[in-house]
């Protein structure tokens, strides 16, 4: 029955651990937080964005940076678990 149950869960748990990480990646991507933060500094320096709408759009891309960070380090150590 183990033989069974590692042919048939395995490509499984595998196939969701994969899934898993590439929802994380795309969910809680910090590059592209970064990327927007940066985008949003050089939009300010070359006078296209006033300092009311840099300093809101700074402090709601740096909120959302700070929520992708914490919850890619509390997910990135999990797996998913088969327990007979």
Do not use: C
């Not at 994380?24 to 933060?37: G, N």
């Not at 759009?57 to 740096?62: A, V």
Request: glycine residues 4%.
């Amino acid at each position: 029955m183990i033989v069974v149950d590692d042919l048939l869960f395995r490509p499984i748990v595998g196939v969701a651990n994969a899934l898993r990480a590439a929802a994380l990646d795309e969910l809680y991507d910090v590059e592209a937080i970064q990327d927007e933060i940066a985008e949003n500094r050089l939009l300010y320096e070359l006078g296209e964005r006033s300092d009311e709408e840099y300093e809101r759009t700074r402090e709601e891309l740096e909120a959302e940076l700070d929520v992708a960070l914490e919850v890619r380090e509390w997910l990135s150590g999990g797996r998913v678990e088969v327990k007979a």
